[in-house]
């Protein structure tokens, strides 16, 4: 059973920046993919950013050149770095993360502000 807890969420204006935060109870060395997902009312919940196991990402459309995932294998945790915030990046994000069976973490709300 891996555990996910993310940390980072809040309020920023338009064009500032956050970082999101997920600590893993696991070694995620051996994890074969961590990620974030965001997700609004009424809606599905969409790939933000991801990051294998051998370091590969991948990133949405509507956040590349703007977003940056990274992990930190020592300290179990992967992050998500944003930048040039968007009103349109307000949503509830989740980690993720690929053990033979996906586990999520309980979501961060991050609201960006016009």
């Known amino acids: 059973q891996v555990q996910l807890v993310e940390s980072g969420g809040g309020l920023v204006q338009a064009g500032g920046s956050q970082r999101l935060s997920c600590a893993a109870s696991?070694?995620?060395?051996?994890?074969?993919?961590m990620g974030w997902y965001r997700q609004t009312p009424g809606k599905q919940r969409d790939l933000v950013a991801q990051?294998?196991?051998?370091?590969?990402?991948t990133y949405a459309d509507s956040v590349k050149g703007r977003f940056a995932i990274s992990r930190d294998n020592a300290k179990n945790t992967v992050y998500l770095q944003m930048n040039s915030l968007k009103p349109e990046d307000t949503a509830v994000y989740y980690c993720?993360?690929?053990?033979?069976?996906?586990?999520w973490g309980q979501g961060t709300q991050v609201t960006v502000s016009s």
């Open positions: 990051i294998t196991s051998s370091g590969t990402t």
């Open positions: 696991g070694s995620i060395a051996s994890f074969n993919r």
């Open positions: 993720y993360a690929i053990v033979f069976t996906t586990y």
